[in-house]
């Protein structure tokens, strides 16, 4: 079994204190089994003060988040975490050990990535210069056989890859072929309209409406924006890299091409209006869209009803 990941991802750290948007802050922080069962035979103060702040229900268990800001209770006010200053980074919790990584997992490897919604991530993402490509992490040298979909789906997101990083062409170009591949114009999206839908969803950021607001009165088009064309295409390879893989549950590759192309052109219209904000842009709407079950399900559900009209026939 091998384990694949974006040329990037060795390179990526926290920065704890530094972060400007600490994922200790307003994040429901769930506990996995293992960890509650070491955190509930934990001895001393820190043993105390785990189980005084821990709140566990049917449903499972995770820390009980403190203030009108919702800070985890073990973040202290220099941004680092008691945890790791006192019991070291192995008593963390699985999510906060992986946070911000997510995976894929197939037959045949394991792929990890960097989430945008963490600052660091999108900032190494995004200011990377040299094209994205995958790179083996690991290999434990066992020879496991790959599922032929998975295979086919790889083959597809590679060719997506080729072009999508292909610099002899405008970025406006490269996302318009993307668009027409899956079957809809990018340059035909109504953003009033998808201003007001996405305004129904669920918001972490309050401050995340009034970019929506902004969006409504988006001029019509793809934006051309000469001066970040590598990091707006280093962005697409990550949605990409990040959705499409889906599509093995789903079924859906046009839906999932099209979920990527729509989040590329929210970020890019925010970004026409401050162009230097293009990593918070990103971040903000990773946090809000990407991070949200319920609202990622309604953003795909809404691309097959607005965005292919064959969907409805």
Not at 170 to 191: H, Q
Not at 243 to 259: C, E, S
Not at 283 to 310: K, M, V, W
Request: proline fraction near 4%; charge should be negative.
């Amino acid at each position: 079994m091998k384990t694949i990941a974006p040329n990037y991802y060795r390179r990526f750290q926290c920065i704890a204190g530094e972060c400007r948007h600490s994922c200790c802050i307003a994040w429901e922080i769930g506990i996995d089994p293992e960890t509650l069962a070491r955190y509930q035979a934990e001895g001393g103060e820190m043993g105390g003060r785990l189980r005084r702040n821990i709140e566990v229900t049917e449903d499972g268990a995770c820390f009980r988040l403190q203030g009108e800001e919702e800070r985890c209770p073990f973040l202290n006010e220099r941004g680092l975490c008691d945890l790791i200053l006192t019991l070291g980074e192995d008593a963390l919790c699985q999510i906060c050990t992986d946070h911000p990584r997510f995976r894929h997992f197939d037959a045949d490897r394991t792929e990890v990535g960097l989430g945008l919604c963490c600052e660091e991530a999108a900032r190494l993402i995004l200011h990377q210069q040299e094209s994205m490509a995958l790179e083996v992490l690991e290999d434990d040298g066992a020879d496991d056989e790959p599922d032929p979909e998975e295979l086919a789906l790889r083959s597809l997101r590679d060719e997506l890859f080729a072009f999508i990083q292909d610099r002899t062409q405008p970025m406006e170009a490269r996302v318009e072929k993307l668009g027409a591949f899956a079957g809809f114009s990018a340059n035909a999206i109504d953003w009033a309209q998808w201003s007001a839908f996405l305004l129904t969803l669920e918001r972490l950021d309050e401050s995340w409406a009034d970019h929506l607001h902004a969006l409504a009165h988006a001029p019509a088009g793809i934006p051309a924006l000469p001066g970040l064309q590598v990091p707006l295409e280093q962005l697409l390879v990550y949605f990409l890299f990040r959705h499409l893989h889906g599509a093995l549950d789903d079924g859906d590759v046009r839906g999932r091409i099209a979920l990527c192309v729509l989040l590329w052109l929210i970020v890019a219209h925010l970004a026409l209006r401050q162009p230097g904000q293009l990593c918070e842009y990103a971040r903000l709407c990773s946090t809000e869209l990407e991070y949200s079950e319920d609202n990622l399900a309604a953003l795909l559900d809404a691309i097959r009803q607005r965005l292919f009209a064959d969907f409805l026939q």
